[in-house]
């Protein structure tokens, strides 16, 4: 009996594919919304994990007596904080097991092949996310305000350039536009950082050849997370061609654990580990609140994280960089909210970039929506075709 002639059983009659009850227009229609609650999610997480990271990071430096530490002191802590950027992935492994995954396509060949590519893929994104992290916390406290913005900014360029190059990204005058305003915004609306250094102890060549490769190393990992979803972790058996959000969850578990690893290898190695005592020691508020602002910053940068790994699966790098460096301008206003900086305050430049904000996500939301909406009209004619 061939497949097409074998009868429908009652369980089958009873539990028919989602394919069977939902017209192909129905079922593209509820994919897009889904997909637009997704994107909604991973902005949020994205805003909320900024937002978290630098109002803590702003804590932990106020609260650490730099204002009375030599230059020596300025090379201390960086490896904590790269570290505090990755190690809070185990948080992520139940989350892991409680979202569905989609039915496993067996007709996937070469999955030996795929594993090793997809292994040789997070230990690549670890190494890379545990050297921006370490470059970025060092930039941190060689530059001022000023000059580290100006760097930073340059990630969203470089991301555009790697995307076009190994993503074969297709640009519109949109996000064109929306790029050109989010740097701009990035510029003149970042939020200010207690760990900036005194004049006395800036070094701007070692600096910015750091900030710079932080920011090339950060361009390159979104770009290299796009791939890894796009030609590997889709066309593996476990996840049917689909992009979920179980996906998300096992990127980030799987790259910040190599990431943590490098990060306490770097630790250890460099004697950093010895210092951690005496830094809770100096902490004003006491060592209780120095570990809790570090279990705090290590939680917020998880939850940024799982964000713009969303958006980099459900939208691209260039739209992850691109909400990443919008939400500067309202952190920038928490931050002022928050702490009392001297000559920090939310002045007319960062107004203006409060405003742009909406026009820049605006631009790159519409070339979203004129592609969703190809996608319907295409879909509608193929149904007349099919009818006529």
Not at 248 to 261: D, K
């Amino acid at each position: 009996m061939t497949e097409a002639s074998k009868p429908i059983t009652t369980e089958e009659s009873a539990n028919p594919e989602p394919d069977q009850i939902l017209s192909p227009r129905r079922s593209l229609e509820l994919n897009q919304r889904k997909w637009w609650i997704s994107v909604s999610l991973c902005i949020f997480l994205v805003l909320l994990g900024d937002s978290l990271v630098m109002l803590l990071l702003n804590f932990f430096y106020d609260q650490n007596n730099r204002e009375d530490s030599d230059q020596d002191l300025q090379y201390q802590g960086t490896w904590l904080q790269a570290l505090v950027q990755n190690a809070a992935f185990p948080l992520l492994i139940p989350l892991f097991f409680i979202f569905p995954s989609p039915k496993q396509n067996q007709e996937t060949n070469n999955t030996r092949f795929l594993s090793f590519r997809l292994l040789l893929l997070y230990i690549s994104l670890g190494v890379l996310v545990a050297a921006h992290s370490k470059l970025f916390a060092l930039g941190k406290l060689y530059a001022n305000y000023g000059v580290f913005t100006l760097i930073s900014a340059t990630q969203l360029t470089f991301t555009a350039i790697f995307t076009a190059i190994i993503n074969r990204f297709k640009f519109t005058r949109w996000i064109i536009l929306s790029i050109i305003l989010t740097i701009l915004i990035y510029v003149f609306g970042s939020p200010e950082f207690g760990g900036e250094p005194d004049e006395n102890e800036e070094f701007y060549n070692i600096q910015a050849w750091l900030t710079f490769a932080a920011s090339v190393a950060f361009a390159l990992s979104l770009c290299l997370v796009q791939l890894g979803f796009e030609k590997v972790l889709v066309k593996t058996k476990r996840y049917g061609n689909k992009k979920v959000f179980r996906m998300v969850l096992e990127m980030q578990i799987c790259v910040s654990f190599v990431a943590t690893v490098v990060c306490l290898v770097g630790m250890f190695a460099s004697g950093e580990n010895k210092e951690l005592q005496g830094d809770s020691h100096n902490f004003k508020k006491g060592e209780m609140y120095y570990v809790m602002s570090l279990i705090g910053l290590a939680l917020s940068w998880q939850v940024w994280a799982v964000g713009l790994i969303g958006l980099v699966l459900y939208v691209s790098g260039v739209f992850g960089d691109v909400v990443h460096m919008c939400t500067s301008p309202l952190v920038a206003l928490f931050v002022v909210l928050a702490f009392d900086f001297m000559d920090d305050e939310f002045s007319w430049p960062r107004i203006g970039t409060l405003i742009a904000t909406p026009l820049a996500l605006g631009s790159y939301f519409y070339t979203l929506h004129k592609r969703n909406k190809k996608k319907m009209v295409e879909l509608y004619q193929t149904e007349n075709n099919i009818e006529v």
